[in-house]
């Protein structure tokens, strides 16, 4: 049994954690000690430990004068994960489509119907847990761990910062759209067209956060597009 201290201090690690994920705590936002140590009902400790592990994890980051903030939005970093979760998942798609069983069509099928039910719950904060799931059961079906390995590490990077449906939730309906398409590619084995439609799913949600950056005046993703298109043509 670990010690009570120890369960606390994960505990905290992980109400943060989650916070920070599900866009409650915002990039920036100053982590106050004290006020967290409140809410949380416990003492200064547990709070200081967890954000050591939060600041270890990349999850926040200590500025001078302003002590622990959430991390900002790395706009080069997010959009460089982004361009090569385009292309391995969409190689894991690929490879996927031979192994695709009635059970993972049927899980999928499901899977899509709850992140519907979320969405008509205005429950975003959900629907990242739940569109993770979806992409990797079928990214598993593939008989390449080490591929699965690097974009299950890939997806673990970008939940650093909210998902794509607490910056823009008009990308959720648009989400459930195409991965029904997607499970009838899946479901009819047209492993060219599964590959595009994945490409092209993972390429507007990039898109749709470039454009929330540049909302933001965070700077101006024509470089980015410039790599995609680069990319597109070869």
Do not use: C
């Not at 980051?61 to 994960?81: D, M, R, Y």
């Not at 959720?172 to 439609?197: F, G, N, T, Y």
Request: glycine share 2%; aromatic share 8%; net charge positive.
């Amino acid at each position: 049994m670990k010690p009570k201290g120890k369960t606390k201090n994960l505990l905290v690690y992980e109400k943060l954690r989650q916070g920070i994920i599900k866009g409650t705590l915002k990039p920036g936002q100053k982590l106050v000690m004290a006020a967290l140590a409140k809410k949380y009902k416990t003492s200064e400790t547990p709070i200081r430990e967890a954000i050591r592990r939060l600041e270890s994890d990349g999850y926040v980051t200590f500025t001078p004068h302003a002590g622990a903030v959430v991390t900002e939005i790395n706009k080069q970093e997010l959009s460089e994960i982004y361009l090569i979760r385009i292309s391995l998942e969409a190689l894991a798609t690929r490879l996927a489509v031979p192994f695709i069983n009635q059970d993972d069509l049927i899980w999928l099928k499901k899977k899509n119907e709850e992140m519907k039910a979320v969405i008509e719950k205005d429950r975003y904060d959900q629907l990242a847990r739940l569109n993770k799931a979806f992409h990797l059961r079928i990214y598993k079906a593939a008989p390449f761990p080490r591929l699965y390995k690097m974009i299950s590490n890939l997806w673990e990077a970008f939940e650093r910062w909210p998902s794509v449906f607490t910056y823009i939730p008009e990308r959720a309906a648009d989400a459930i759209r195409e991965h029904e398409q997607i499970i009838e590619a899946l479901e009819s084995a047209d492993v060219d067209r599964a590959d595009d439609l994945m490409k092209e799913q993972k390429k507007k949600s990039l898109e749709a956060l470039q454009q929330y950056m540049v909302q933001r005046s965070t700077g101006s993703p024509e470089m980015l597009e410039e790599i995609w298109q680069k990319q597109a043509r070869n």
